[in-house]
């Protein structure tokens, strides 16, 4: 039997990112991160004064954008490097301001479509692991493991607030709580690909647990699916 396909939903903040990049590593699978597409296109349009409420201009600017997902060796934690028309923008495409724009740049139903095409290609043959809000129910509504991760609001950007901390990012915690709680809006009421608990997913409250703990329970998951598949 090929590879699963393993989806990973749920609001930001919630540890999709890290929980799919460990379940990678452990399993062997290749990890795709689709928030690194859209922040992608979105530090792109920044780049060039695209307006993030153009619809028209944020489809043809996805178009013509090619993102390269690649997997460094020997991370533990499947860590991605991720070029943006060949430059590495690893790094910047994590500032606040960015995961803020990509937000705006997701709820625009033509850059769905470019990306949702290239994240089917990826994923196609299985043996990956795709975390975003609208894997299970949209990009593939046939993976053999849905899990649908979430924590509090106030668990997820007290997260957030630590990550930026570590890299010395001047945030305030309560203002990253207020954006939590906007993103989680805007990704609950969008008309195309709302975030949404896929019928027959898996949630897990990672409110009280460690990401390592999460991250063997989706592999026992897993583990166990392939076993039922077997003939």
């Known amino acids: 039997m090929k590879g699963l396909i393993i989806a990973i939903d749920g609001p930001v903040g919630s540890g999709k990112s890290t929980l799919a990049r460990r379940v990678a590593a452990l399993l062997g699978y290749v990890y795709i991160d689709t928030g690194a597409m859209y922040r992608s296109v979105a530090l792109k349009a920044q780049r060039g004064g695209v307006p ?98 979430t924590a509090s609001p106030e668990v997820r950007a007290g997260r957030r607030w630590r990550e930026h901390q570590q890299k010395g990012d001047a945030i305030d915690l309560a203002r990253t709580l207020e954006e939590i709680i906007e993103r989680d809006r805007r ?13 027959d997913a898996v949630v897990v409250d990672s409110t009280a647990m460690e990401p390592e703990e999460v991250a063997r329970l989706v592999v026992m998951l897993a583990k166990q699916q392939v076993s039922e598949s077997a003939p």
């Open 52 to 149: 993030l409420d153009s619809a028209d201009a944020l489809a043809t600017l996805a178009s013509e954008t090619r993102i390269d997902l690649l997997q460094m060796d020997g991370a533990w934690d499947g860590t991605q490097q991720v070029l943006l028309d060949g430059e590495d923008v690893t790094a910047l495409i994590r500032a606040p301001e960015v995961a803020q724009a990509a937000s705006k740049v997701a709820l625009e139903p033509g850059v769905r479509k470019v990306l949702v095409a290239e994240q089917r290609r990826a994923g196609e043959r299985g043996g990956v692991v795709m975390e975003g809000r609208d894997i299970g129910s949209v990009v593939f509504p046939d993976a053999q493991l849905k899990i649908f991760l």
């Open 187 to 199: 990704d609950r009421e969008r008309a195309t690909s709302p975030l949404v608990k896929a019928k």
